[in-house]
């Protein structure tokens, strides 16, 4: 069974930073576009930035210039760096493949939460 397992998360202040891990069970996984989502309470879940396999990157305005996003095909491992987080980053992040994710990718999520 393919699993992708989000961690890193946490309670941080204003301006403050964490790293996001998302270890992917199988290398498959290497070949193929990964995203970050996050999900606000009462908002959809939404794709914030994706990384092809040859490592080329997107991002969402609302995260272009805070986020970065890379990825280390022999960990089958995706990261986000998450620098000068604001209030409404508040979430619960998740790792998929993308930009269409997959219902049987979908792992538990890390909750990433901003306040003072």
């Known amino acids: 069974q393919v699993q992708l397992v989000e961690s890193g998360g946490g309670l941080v202040q204003p301006g403050g930073s964490l790293k996001l891990s998302c270890v992917a069970s199988?290398?498959?996984?290497?070949?193929?576009?990964m995203g970050w989502y996050r999900q606000a309470p009462g908002k959809e879940r939404e794709l914030i930035t994706r990384?092809?396999?040859?490592?080329?990157?997107n991002y969402a305005d609302s995260v272009k210039g805070r986020f970065t996003i890379s990825r280390d095909n022999a960990k089958n491992t995706v990261y986000l760096q998450m620098n000068s987080l604001k209030p409404e980053d508040t979430a619960v992040y998740y790792c998929n493949v993308a930009p269409q994710p997959s219902g049987a990718y979908w792992g538990q999520g890390t909750q990433v939460s901003v306040s003072s």
């Open positions: 199988r290398s498959i996984f290497q070949l193929l576009t």
């Open positions: 990384i092809t396999s040859g490592g080329t990157t």
